[in-house]
């Protein structure tokens, strides 16, 4: 069955060192993300990001790439042709303000930094000028996070973990930290894309998608074909155990944008 398209995350997979899109995860330069990109336009495969960005942010990107549908705020938000719908469980902007205001004025956030100061702060700057997720960095168990937001009567939140970051922070002295986002329960990237798929008509075994965090890895469930970055594994072996509970998982040989394309023209060449 051909391939009609291709769900990829940006940070970690096709992106490389600095967010770039022409180097690897060690800074080299490398075209093999545009290769994969030029692959799937020769195809005419449409590519649909997935991503932790805000909205503006991935607009841009999708621009850059052709494209004019996205997934935004890890599956908070889907745009397909200007048109954006929100998938976070009922919660939409109003007059009080958007879905961020909402949960900021329920005191959510400032809850978490006092109860788990020691291990998460907000992920500055990109944790500004965002219309859901709170954006944190830091070393915790979400789903230690999840009860005491369920027991603080807040169950309708959760705290996603959307990969490992290279940024360091001068109050928390953990060897790595990753990225986590505080968003409502009904929002996650599998449904985004399962969404996505339903308005564009396509079946499970027409997509692949390709990530390299624990929520990306969540969307093989709903896609044919899922392929995760080596980079993932190698700085995160966790990762491969819970691949390994998937039957459609493929833990590339390539890394970041590389591993994209080598994801897309396998894909290509089978089909």
């Avoid at 621009?63 to 042709?81: A, K, T």
């Avoid at 969307?219 to 074909?225: E, K, L, N, T, Y």
Wanted: one cysteine or more.
């Amino acid at each position: 069955m051909a391939l009609r398209c291709v769900y990829v995350d940006l940070d970690g997979t096709l992106l490389g060192w600095g967010a770039s899109l022409f180097h690897d995860g060690e800074g080299n330069i490398t075209t093999d993300g545009v290769r994969a990109i030029e692959a799937c336009l020769r195809a005419d495969v449409e590519i649909c990001i997935f991503s932790g960005r805000r909205q503006a942010q991935v607009l841009e990107d999708a621009r850059l790439l052709g494209q004019r549908s996205y997934i935004f705020e890890v599956g908070s938000g889907i745009v397909i042709d200007d048109d954006v719908e929100w998938l976070t469980g009922g919660l939409e902007p109003d007059e009080t303000g958007n879905i961020y205001q909402q949960i900021e004025a329920a005191g959510v956030p400032a809850l978490l930094l006092e109860e788990f100061g020691d291990r998460l702060e907000y992920h500055a700057p990109w944790h500004l000028d965002r219309d859901v997720s709170h954006l944190y960095r830091g070393w915790v168990d979400t789903a230690e996070i999840d009860a005491f937001l369920r027991d603080a009567g807040h169950g309708h939140l959760r705290l996603v973990d959307n990969g490992r970051i290279r940024r360091k922070s001068e109050k928390l002295k953990f060897e790595h930290l990753h990225a986590y986002h505080l968003i409502p329960h009904a929002a996650s990237k599998a449904n985004g894309v399962a969404r996505h798929m339903q308005i564009r008509g396509y079946t499970r075994e027409e997509v692949i998608a390709c990530g390299d965090s624990r929520e990306d890895l969540e969307v093989a469930a709903v896609v044919g074909q899922f392929f995760l970055m080596r980079n993932a594994v190698d700085r995160n072996p966790d990762l491969g155990t819970v691949a390994g509970g998937f039957d459609n998982v493929t833990v590339t040989e390539a890394t970041h944008g590389s591993g994209v394309y080598e994801a897309v023209i396998s894909t290509l060449v089978t089909r």
